[in-house]
């Protein structure tokens, strides 16, 4: 079944503003990842936030994780049009060594 | 540097035909090998993974299987294909721990049934 849910499931805004994108899952997890998914193409890793981590940053990215809540947020800064594509968070299933994808953000960034 | 080859980029397949999908990955060694399945505009449905070779976790009951003959190898087949078998499929892989490493995903196949 699957354990992340992303929202909203697209997100359409301007050059230069912030975009935020958020999951929630169900069970306990190792960590929390996020990828991106330019059309037609395979995914690639963006950041990764372990289940004791409240938040992390990577250049314009910055990722939070609430356990409590089983939620986690990403905010992209600063967005450029070529931060057009699909947002997916995904869940390390403790016990397996299996990620488990939510449905994804579609962000289309508007020069 | 690891890389990871998936072929074909794109394959038409009439419905009740065999399926062989390959994957490699080069530059590892005992990597976790996985399949997932994404249908358009959706997310990724988790098919197979594999820790080891000969060493297959099947997640979906389906008429789709695979198979690991070699350490960096991961084959993904079908004996007949169904309508619903189209999607686009991604093979991944990631460090073997125990603490859900960073998947590294190939290019996809998209593979149409007719």
């Known amino acids: 079944s699957q354990q992340g849910e992303e929202d909203p499931q697209a997100l359409s805004i301007q050059e230069g503003e912030n975009a935020t994108m958020n999951c929630s899952y169900k069970t306990s997890i190792n960590n929390l990842q996020w990828y991106r998914q330019n059309s037609g193409r395979g995914l690639v890793h963006l950041i990764l936030?372990?289940?004791?981590?409240r938040e992390k940053h990577s250049g314009r990215l910055r990722v939070t994780l609430d356990t409590s809540k089983k939620s986690s947020s990403l905010l992209i800064t600063a967005s450029r049009a070529a931060d057009t594509a699909s947002y997916f968070c995904a869940t390390g299933v403790q016990g397996a060594q299996k990620l488990v994808f939510g449905q994804g953000t579609r962000l289309t960034i508007n020069p | 540097s690891q890389t990871i080859h998936q072929w074909p980029a794109t394959l038409v397949q009439p419905v009740g035909s065999p399926l062989s999908l390959e994957c490699t990955v080069e530059?590892?060694?005992?990597?976790?090998l996985y399949w997932y399945r994404q249908a358009a505009g959706r997310g990724l449905q988790l098919l197979f993974y594999s820790v080891g070779i000969g060493q297959i976790s099947s997640e979906v009951p389906q008429n789709l299987s695979a198979s690991r003959p070699q350490d960096r190898q991961f084959i993904l087949s079908s004996k007949k294909l169904l309508l619903s078998d189209s999607g686009f499929y991604l093979c991944?892989?990631?460090?073997?721990?125990?603490?859900?490493?960073?998947?590294?995903f190939g290019n996809g196949t998209r593979l149409t049934v007719t």
């Open positions: 936030i372990r289940s004791n981590e």
């Open positions: 530059g590892t060694s005992n990597p976790n």
């Open positions: 991944a892989w990631s460090v073997n721990t125990l603490n859900n490493s960073p998947l590294h």
